[in-house]
């Protein structure tokens, strides 16, 4: 039976460099204080207008998105899914603020400008085209650390998605994370990620130390803060065009890619491997590929992070009581199969990831779907299957 086309309002953002003159820059500035000043707060913006007059000289919608960020920080964190909300220093984050578009204040003009409220029209880069058909719902303005300007433009359109039918077995590859290379196929192949950190890590460090000696506040201070900034920029940028293009390629070559739940912040903070574990990007890489396969119709198939991947032998299914994190090659004593590590676990979530798939297919066909369609999304699964 043919999939059926299912039509679904979706939201895609499309970030652009700005090039704001002096009097835009003094106004943007204005404006990350008076919503930076307002997120602090936990009233309406409405009721320190009278006593705070200069916050009426920015937008006014910056300054209620900010209070429904914070109601939405406070919502999140008495639901047990985040920190107490932060308060926000000027000497500290990113400064941003978030506008919406109401009746066309928010439109590109001629390629070359943005036309923002309060502020009019910025000089902007377009490197690609948003398409017609897609409607503006809101914009982000934000300033790096090292000091250039962007702006993220949420747009809303209708796309039609065919969800993949019943997936063939060499449609589905497994992922199993490699600190070194970023991860290892079931194939056997192996990402090759540069580790972009590690190889500016040398340059960093001396341009940190020289930043630790200049005076606190000083004009030396700030452009080598500056300097310091763009190093790490760079860095960032490199890291993410690279899990792009690696996603992206992916997505394109396979209909389901499984891989493992793991808690990357935990693994961050333990067995000083945090250096590591954040140069190679895994969770901003997998957000990647979650997204990209979504929009073609395809699934990310996420494991349990109890699932013995590395321990079990993917011959005979025989599991090791013990495996430490130093041992890259291991010998079945059932089989004597001599194992690569990241290898055997990368089959092994590729197998456990198809019997989640089969498993999802079999309930979706006792409920009478005779079709067996396969939504696009995530499939989570938090302890070992007994399939």
Same mark, same amino acid.
């Given at each position: 039976?043919?999939a059926k086309?299912?039509?679904?309002i979706?939201?895609?953002?499309?970030?652009f460099?700005?090039?704001?003159n002096?009097?835009?820059?003094v106004i943007f500035a204005?404006?990350?204080?008076?919503?930076?000043?307002?997120?602090?707060?936990?009233?309406?913006?409405?009721?320190?207008?009278?006593?705070?007059?200069?916050?009426?000289?920015?937008?006014?919608?910056?300054?209620?998105?900010?209070?429904?960020?914070?109601?939405?920080?406070?919502?999140?964190?008495?639901?047990?899914?985040?920190?107490?909300?932060?308060?926000?220093?000027?000497?500290?984050?990113?400064?941003?603020?978030?506008t919406?578009?109401?009746?066309?204040?928010?439109?590109?003009?001629?390629?070359?400008?943005?036309?923002?409220?309060?502020?009019?029209?910025v000089?902007?880069?377009?490197?690609?085209?948003i398409?017609?058909s897609?409607?503006?719902?809101?914009?982000?303005?934000?300033?790096?650390p090292?000091?250039?300007?962007?702006?993220?433009?949420?747009?809303?359109?209708?796309?039609?998605?065919?969800?993949?039918?019943?997936?063939? $077995? !060499? #449609?589905?590859?497994? %992922?199993?994370?490699?600190? +070194?290379?970023?991860?290892?196929?079931?194939?056997?192949?192996?990402? *090759?990620?540069?580790?972009?950190?590690?190889?500016?890590q040398?340059?960093?460090?001396?341009?940190?130390?020289?930043?630790?000696?200049?005076?606190?506040?000083?004009?030396?201070?700030?452009?080598?803060?500056r300097?310091?900034?763009?190093?790490?920029?760079?860095?960032?940028?490199?890291?993410?065009?690279?899990?792009?293009?690696?996603?992206?390629?992916?997505?394109?070559?396979?209909?389901?890619?499984?891989?493992?739940?793991?808690?990357?912040?935990?693994?961050?903070?333990?067995?000083?491997?945090?250096?590591?574990?954040?140069?190679?990007?895994?969770?901003?890489?997998?957000?990647f590929l979650?997204?990209k396969? $979504? !929009? #073609?119709?395809?699934v %990310?198939?996420?494991?349990? +992070?109890?699932?013995?991947?590395?321990?079990?032998?993917?011959?005979? *299914?025989?599991?090791?009581?013990?495996?430490?994190?130093?041992?890259?090659?291991?010998?079945?004593?059932?089989?004597?199969?001599?194992?690569?590590r990241?290898?055997?676990?990368?089959?092994?979530?590729?197998?456990?990831?198809?019997?989640m798939?089969?498993?999802?297919?079999?309930?979706?066909?006792?409920?009478?779907?005779?079709?067996?369609?396969?939504?696009a999304?995530?499939?989570?699964?938090?302890?070992?299957?007994l399939?």
């Open positions: 039976m043919k086309v299912i039509k679904i979706k939201y895609k953002a499309y970030r460099r700005l090039y704001p002096k009097a835009q820059r204005k404006t990350f204080g008076c919503a930076r000043f307002i997120y602090n707060k936990s009233n309406t913006p409405a009721q320190y207008k009278s006593e705070f007059e200069w916050l009426n000289e920015v937008d006014s919608l910056a300054l209620a998105n900010a209070q429904l960020n914070l109601q939405r920080a406070f919502k999140n964190f008495f639901q047990h899914q985040t920190e107490f909300p932060k308060f926000k220093s000027k000497h500290r984050g990113d400064k941003s603020y978030t919406n578009n109401q009746n066309g204040s928010i439109r590109i003009e001629d390629g070359k400008y943005i036309k923002l409220p309060k502020i009019g029209l000089r902007i880069k377009v490197h690609r085209q398409p017609r897609y409607n503006i719902k809101s914009c982000t303005i934000s300033q790096s090292s000091g250039k300007y962007y702006v993220s433009i949420l747009t809303e359109y209708e796309a039609d998605i065919q969800p993949v039918k019943v997936i063939e $077995e !060499d #449609k589905v590859i497994g %992922l199993d994370m490699d600190m +070194k290379n970023l991860f290892t196929d079931s194939q056997g192949k192996r990402a *090759g990620y540069p580790r972009y950190y590690r190889k500016m040398d340059k960093l460090s001396k341009e940190q130390r020289k930043l630790s000696k200049c005076v606190n506040g000083s004009n030396n201070y700030y452009k080598q803060k300097v310091v900034a763009k190093l790490h920029e760079k860095i960032a940028n490199q890291r993410r065009d690279f899990l792009h293009k690696l996603s992206d390629r992916i997505a394109n070559d396979y209909d389901a890619v499984c891989i493992e739940d793991l808690n990357m912040k935990a693994m961050g903070q333990c067995l000083n491997l945090g250096k590591s574990v954040f140069d190679n990007g895994w969770g901003m890489f997998t957000s979650n997204y396969l $979504e !929009d #073609k119709g395809k %990310l198939v996420k494991v349990g +992070k109890w699932y013995p991947s590395s321990k079990t032998c993917s011959v005979c *299914g025989y599991e090791k009581e013990e495996l430490t994190l130093d041992i890259r090659e291991w010998e079945c004593p059932n089989c004597h199969t001599i194992h690569d990241d290898i055997n676990a990368a089959i092994n979530i590729k197998r456990q990831g198809l019997r798939i089969s498993h999802e297919f079999e309930n979706r066909g006792a409920h009478g779907n005779s079709s067996l369609i396969l939504s999304g995530v499939l989570l699964s938090e302890k070992p299957s399939l």
